[in-house]
């Protein structure tokens, strides 16, 4: 755990980029430190790892929990049910389904749509075409609230690269009239900032290294 790293970028950020410490893989034990420095803001990629902590750390009420994995639709009434912001939201099908689930649960979910600026086999998203074709019909959905977008860049760009990449999440998110872009994780939130980033997702950094 690299306290002294967290206190370093918090110091760094413009008042308006917020922090998502990314706590997949590490403990509630090493998540309550991190809460104790006055981090609210938690994300988590996998549904059951996530729940587990969630468990541990259920009189912790300042916690926000993020879920930033890939939506598994037969999980999408847990994940509306334990987390408050969802980053990771990456078809229309998928988006229906929430806001349907949403409606049932009576729960009103922050949502990211994933955007996928670039060919990359590994990653999901809506290609942006689409996403401004169906952006009428998005809109009508009840019970979710859509923040703005969200994407991850692929491995190994450089910084220039992945600039381009970021600004163009920007201003895909300010034509559609969207407050935040959650971009930028460890190896190049830097980047990320300069771009217009609202929300970076920071685990290693942060954390240390992870096994997976
Ligand atoms: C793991 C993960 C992160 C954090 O990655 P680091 O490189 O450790 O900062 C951010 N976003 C998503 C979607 C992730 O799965």
């Known amino acids: 755990m690299e306290i002294s790293n967290y206190i370093q970028i918090k110091n760094k950020l413009p008042l308006d980029v917020n ?7 590490f403990s509630s034990q090493e998540i ?16 059951q790892e996530a729940n587990q902590k969630q468990l541990l750390l259920k009189d912790f ?24 912001y969802i980053h990771s939201v990456d078809s229309f099908e998928k988006l229906l389904k929430i806001s349907q689930v949403s ?9 990211m749509l994933q955007v996928k600026l670039c060919d990359d086999p ?31 860049n692929p491995k190994g760009l450089s910084s220039k690269e992945n600039i381009k990449l970021f600004k163009e999440c920007r201003k ?3 034509s559609l009239k969207l407050h935040d ?12 900032v300069e771009a217009g980033s609202t929300w970076l997702r920071l685990g290693s950094i942060i954390f240390g290294n992870r096994s997976y």
Not at 19 to 25: P, Y
Not at 32 to 46: A, C, H, L, T, V
């Open 103 to 111: 409606i049932e649960e009576n729960k009103n979910p922050l949502i």
């Open 32 to 47: 309550r430190i991190i809460n104790n420095e006055g981090q609210k803001d938690f994300g988590e990629s996998r549904f």
């Open 122 to 152: 590994s990653k999901g998203g809506f290609n942006p075409k689409v996403l401004i074709e169906k952006w009428d019909q998005i809109q009508q959905f009840k019970s979710i609230k859509i923040k703005g977008l969200m994407t991850i």
């Open 172 to 174: 895909l998110a300010d």
């Open 181 to 192: 872009c959650s971009m930028g994780m460890s190896g190049d939130w830097e980047e990320a």
């Open 61 to 84: 009420k300042n916690i926000k929990w993020h879920f930033i994995g890939r939506v598994q639709s037969n999980k999408i009434r847990k994940i509306v049910q334990n987390f408050e």
């Open 19 to 25: 922090l998502l410490a990314v706590s997949k893989g």
